[in-house]
């Protein structure tokens, strides 16, 4: 549901509200906020929160710390693990310098920008995410292991598969926050699980996103378990997954095809955004992860695949990113290539319509491959043209450690 500023106020005064978090992100997408009483809703929402932004990774030094937070009022939920009386709510919030300009690390603002590019060519994208996680147990002090929590495998039923309860609760507590999950499902490793939710415009579904991990994490916790969305959490199982489906309006067979045509080109300069821990690159290749830069409808066994799918489910699939990716940052790469792809007319090549996992090594050679190293990845990444004209220089220097 959508609140004005006013309603929030009232909302806050009719219904028992004690603490409102403003949420923000880093620039690799790890989730922060500050705590305010209602008492200073009014200050946020006029002049804003101020905070050490030094303190935050990526955001700068001390020498030019101050920020400032800007709760959006359309972003207000409840967060339904807390009690109902004193109750607890979250806004997302915007950052900005002392002087009202935008903070140039706030990767939010960023996916605004790519919105607000994207309607000025007459385009408007949808996103929905697919992200895989692990349950592990906790040790006897409370701290994770890498202990599944069962053996079970695919789609693997209750009493061999351990985390129903779990996703169960998951899901009903993201549906009490205006979030609308479509399904639920053990995943193929040991302890490993999935929850999709229904595709929105760019900027909800980031936040959806970001949400959802908290939401994991939080529930995996009430239940004694650890929740891990690390790219390879185990050496010998399969890694986790951000499946992102990318989907645009107006939309036709030929739009369609210079769309993904953007997104091969630009895909291995991204990769450092969408990939972005040294343990991403164990995963990329294995399990059904995907290597090389191809195409193809259905295919899992490719870097894109269209699954099949008829009407306003009609989606492009991209399957390299892992859940450690900043979704404001990937979504923000996804529109941008594929406006270059539309704008540029870029031809799709032909699709790879063979399992690239059994294909020789003469049939390998005739694709080109993501980068194999998070130092290749720094490298493409620090060099690409598409890359410094859409990402600022500050976060690119973050990324390649420096």
């Not at 009903?172 to 926050?177: A, D, F, G, P, W």
């Not at 050496?235 to 369609?256: K, Y």
């Not at 195409?295 to 699954?307: A, D, G, K, T």
């Amino acid at each position: 549901m959508l609140y004005s500023k006013d309603e929030i106020m009232q909302f806050t005064r009719e219904d028992d509200v004690k603490f409102i978090r403003l949420a923000f992100c880093d620039v690799f997408g790890r989730p922060k906020n500050i705590s305010i009483m209602p008492d200073e809703l009014e200050r946020a929402f006029t002049y804003g929160i101020a905070f050490d932004g030094s303190a935050i990774r990526g955001f700068g030094s001390v020498t030019h710390s101050d920020l400032l937070l800007h709760p959006q009022p359309e972003t207000l939920a409840a967060l339904p693990w807390r009690p109902e009386t004193g109750r607890v709510v979250r806004m997302y919030a915007t950052v900005t310098y002392p002087d009202g300009t935008p903070f140039e690390c706030d990767t939010r603002t960023l996916l605004k920008n790519a919105m607000r590019d994207a309607q000025g060519a007459g385009f408007q994208f949808y996103f929905g995410a697919e992200q895989e996680f692990y349950l592990f147990r906790l040790d006897a002090n409370g701290r994770p292991t890498k202990e599944p929590c069962d053996t079970a495998g695919y789609m693997d039923m209750a009493p061999d598969d351990h985390g129903e309860n779990v996703r169960r609760e998951i899901c009903l507590t993201l549906e009490q926050m205006g979030i609308r999950p479509e399904s639920s499902h053990h995943e193929e490793g040991p302890g490993q699980n999935e929850i999709d939710f229904r595709y929105a415009d760019a900027l909800a579904a980031a936040d959806n996103t970001i949400t959802f991990q908290t939401v994991v994490k939080t529930i995996a916790h009430r239940n004694g378990l650890c929740a891990d969305f690390s790219a390879k959490p185990l050496e010998n199982a399969p890694g986790n997954g951000f499946h992102i489906n990318t989907s645009f309006q107006p939309c036709s067979e030929t739009l369609a095809q210079h769309m993904i045509a953007g997104v091969l080109k630009n895909i291995a300069d991204m990769t450092l955004f969408l990939n972005p821990t040294e343990n991403a690159y164990t995963r990329l290749g294995k399990q059904k992860a995907p290597s090389y830069i191809s195409w193809s409808r259905e295919n899992r066994s490719q870097l894109v695949r269209i699954p099949a799918a008829v009407g306003e489910n009609e989606r492009m699939e991209l399957r390299s990113p892992d859940p450690t990716a900043n979704p404001y940052l990937a979504f923000a790469l996804m529109i941008y290539a594929s406006l270059e792809g539309i704008s540029e007319k870029i031809v799709l090549p032909q699709p790879a319509d063979l399992n690239l996992f059994e294909a020789d090594e003469k049939t390998l050679a005739q694709f080109k491959r993501l980068p194999e190293t998070i130092e290749a990845a720094r490298a493409l990444a620090e060099n690409s043209r598409f890359i410094r004209a859409h990402i600022p220089e500050a976060i690119i220097r973050s990324y390649c450690g420096k």
